[in-house]
């Protein structure tokens, strides 16, 4: 069973910083591209990030214009777990987070699509405080 476990969410001040954290479990890690998502209440379900990397080749990173500069995605294939440090973080960074896997490849055009990933974790609650 294909499990995704969203973690680290919480309160911060607007310019900190927090360490999302992505568990997987249920396939195998190194075929798939692990993404990062929020979704705001009443609105569309935003792709902010992505991965794809094994054998520490990173095959692919994208990120959003919102967070680009701010954010930094990266994954330990041998626990399973991919991260999204956030640093200066703002108000409007404040929403849900999910991580999501899928084994087919993405691209430029494609990568921020949620229709793109099989697999969905919970959400992780971010909020930043002005």
């Known amino acids: 069973e294909v499990q995704l476990q969203a973690s680290g969410g919480g309160l911060v001040q607007a310019r900190g910083s927090l360490r999302l954290s992505c568990a997987a479990s249920g396939f195998t890690f190194d075929d798939y591209t692990i993404g990062w998502f929020r979704q705001a209440p009443g609105k569309e379900r935003e792709g902010i990030s992505c991965i794809k990397s094994s054998g520490g080749i990173i095959y692919y990173a994208y990120y959003s214009e919102s967070v680009k500069g701010r954010f930094t995605i990266s994954r330990d294939n041998a626990k399973n777990t991919v991260y999204l440090q956030m640093n200066s973080l703002k108000p409007v960074d404040t929403t849900a987070y999910y991580c999501?896997?899928?084994?087919?490849?993405?691209?430029?055009?494609?990568?921020?699509?949620?229709?793109?990933?099989?697999?969905w974790g919970q959400g992780t609650l971010v909020t930043v405080s002005s």
């Open positions: 999501a896997a899928d084994r087919g490849p993405k691209y430029d055009s494609t990568w921020y699509r949620p229709l793109m990933y099989n697999y």
